[in-house]
């Protein structure tokens, strides 16, 4: 069974610069988070969705954005890219929401 | 709302010893996880936690829930080297999100 598949690894963008990053959940799984993780603010929550509908939004401002597709598959988006937005960025799926979270490698961006 | 705190945030041991990491959340869960995470990697789920004293073992490792006391503890038996990584607990709210602890990184010296 394929875990959850997160594209690309790697991406280094220019301030200014949007970027989108695509997750694939487990098959079956239904619930999609993404989650940023960064040395000094730790993992933090961007946002949930299920059943192609955002259940869950983290602190974060209107730059970064997300949906989900009828298959599950889900994508997010970050526009007008700032240094600060360099970081880990992982998704996660779960069968249902709130169950037990299998994460991808993640997508490590570097804005310069 | 659902606050973790995770102590110690970091920890240096010997080969060998025996540790404990406590996970502390402020309102009632019915579900708790632990997670390692190996640097530079993602993470990687050990345990789930669904009832009042569940306990959960696996190799080395072992974790427990006391809900009443909104408590869970992840044991470390006779440290080997392999264990060095950041473990976070995450506990449900009320809302079905994960609230993540800040990471305890263990360090395990030979």
């Known amino acids: 069974k394929a875990g959850v598949t997160q594209t690309p690894r790697y991406l280094i963008k220019t301030r200014g610069q949007q970027v989108t990053l695509s997750c694939s959940p487990i098959?079956?799984?239904?619930?999609v988070s993404w989650y940023q993780q960064t040395p000094g603010q730790g993992l933090q929550f961007l946002f949930e969705y299920f059943s192609e509908t955002q259940r869950n939004k983290g602190n974060f401002p209107g730059r970064f954005s997300g949906r989900q597709f009828s298959n599950s598959r889900s994508e997010m988006n970050v526009s007008t890219l700032e240094l600060g937005d360099s970081a880990l960025y992982l998704c996660?799926?779960?069968?249902?929401?709130?169950?037990?979270?299998?994460f991808g490698q993640g997508t490590r961006l570097t804005v310069v | 709302e659902l606050k973790v705190e995770q102590n110690p945030l970091f920890l240096s041991m010997q080969e060998g010893k025996n540790y404990t990491i406590y996970c502390n959340y402020s309102?009632?869960?019915?579900?708790l996880y632990w997670y390692r995470q190996d640097p530079g990697k993602s993470l990687e789920s050990l345990f789930v936690?669904?009832?009042n004293g569940a306990v959960k073992q696996e190799g080395r490792l072992m974790a427990s829930l006391d809900t009443k006391a909104r408590l869970s503890t992840l044991h470390i038996t006779a440290a080997v080297h392999d264990l060095s990584a950041t473990y976070f607990c995450?506990?449900?709210?009320?809302?079905?999100?994960?609230?993540w602890g800040a990471g305890t990184k263990l360090i395990i010296k030979p």
């Open positions: 309102t009632t869960s019915d579900r």
């Open positions: 936690l669904l009832s």
């Open positions: 995450a506990p449900g709210d009320s809302n079905y999100q994960l609230i």
């Open positions: 996660a799926s779960s069968l249902e929401r709130g169950a037990e979270a299998f």
């Open positions: 098959s079956g799984h239904r619930s």
